[in-house]
């Protein structure tokens, strides 16, 4: 079967689309036809080497959906071997899909049985394969974590990457006011269209943590960024406010204390989500809700869509396709 393979860390080139062996499922386990394959930020930076111990050669790919043997449409939750505990993961057993197991990019995955949910209603392949680890992971930032409820305000910091998208998507449901930034006038017009109450484009104003808080009061935080940006969401937050942390591609961040313990702020970090995170998710596309996608590519364009992820240009999800 063809495969995308990463072989060496050399970004994106080091990519290559080989012909495997077909996965044998072992017990417990089963095998998914896969029809479309999303891509993430963290298969960007395995390729890159910057992800804790990367082993190669090695399939790619966190996110699925497809088919199993008796033909039913399924995607794949790519969380495996969460832990019995819903707050946290356990380290002794918790691992994920596209490494170090062996991931989606690939005509079949095998995967445990209980990793399989009946696909949504309602959307496609291609939407649904881009559910879910950034879907999953925008829902624990949200909700599990976050508390997010109606009425109350939220801050998406970076706008256009999957899981800031979906936590806007999510934020809109319940009925949340919203404001996003982002350095891209595109992207933050695309954010209106989805629902964003306000959008601020942080290149052009460096103020930008004071037009938040002029706004009014800030309930919820959600950042992947880190470094600066933290800094800003901190001034901007309400006094007793939540901030939820799920990435730092901006790098570690040097915070002022006062605003932390003068305002009593609640720091949280989050990443990916259990079991029932993951099915809770499901469930909001069985209502009518549709992720967005950005631009799909065949399985044997993978280095494209791996460039078109790492140049940051995207809003929504990149998803291959695998006839």
Request: proline fraction near 6%; charged fraction near 20%; glycine fraction near 12%.
């Amino acid at each position: 079967m063809p495969a995308v393979r990463l072989t060496a860390t050399q970004g994106p080139r080091g990519l290559r689309v080989e012909d495997t062996p077909i996965p044998q499922s072992a017990e417990g386990e089963i095998i998914v036809r896969i029809r479309a394959a999303a891509l993430n930020r963290r298969d960007v930076f395995i390729t890159r080497g910057l992800y804790p111990n990367v082993r190669l050669p090695v399939t790619l790919g966190s996110d699925g959906a497809g088919e199993t043997a008796d033909g039913e449409a399924v995607v794949i939750d790519p969380m495996i071997g969460w832990g019995d505990d819903p707050l946290v993961w356990d380290t002794a057993t918790a691992t994920i899909l596209g490494m170090p197991r062996e991931g989606t990019f690939a005509r079949y995955v095998a995967v445990p049985a209980a990793s399989v949910h009946p696909k949504p209603t309602g959307i496609s392949m291609v939407e649904a394969a881009a559910l879910p680890l950034a879907g999953l992971t925008a829902y624990r930032a949200t909700f599990t974590r976050g508390g997010l409820g109606a009425q109350e305000t939220i801050l998406i910091t970076g706008i256009g990457g999957g899981v800031a998208t979906f936590v806007l998507l999510f934020a809109k449901r319940v009925g949340a006011r919203a404001i996003v930034t982002s350095s891209s006038d595109e992207k933050l017009a695309r954010a209106r269209d989805l629902g964003a109450d306000l959008t601020i484009n942080y290149a052009t104003s460096p103020d930008w943590a004071k037009l938040v808080r002029a706004a009014g009061p800030i309930d919820l935080v959600v950042d992947s960024s880190g470094g600066p940006t933290l800094a800003g969401a901190l001034d901007a937050i309400r006094p007793g406010g939540r901030v939820v942390i799920y990435g730092g591609t901006r790098g570690d961040a040097t915070i002022k204390m006062f605003p932390l313990f003068w305002k009593h702020v609640t720091i949280m970090g989050t990443s990916m989500g259990s079991p029932h995170d993951f099915a809770a998710m499901l469930e909001l596309f069985n209502d009518g809700l549709r992720p967005v996608i950005d631009r799909t590519f065949a399985l044997a364009d993978a280095v494209a869509a791996m460039e078109r992820l790492e140049e940051g240009d995207q809003f929504g999800k990149v998803v291959l396709t695998v006839e």
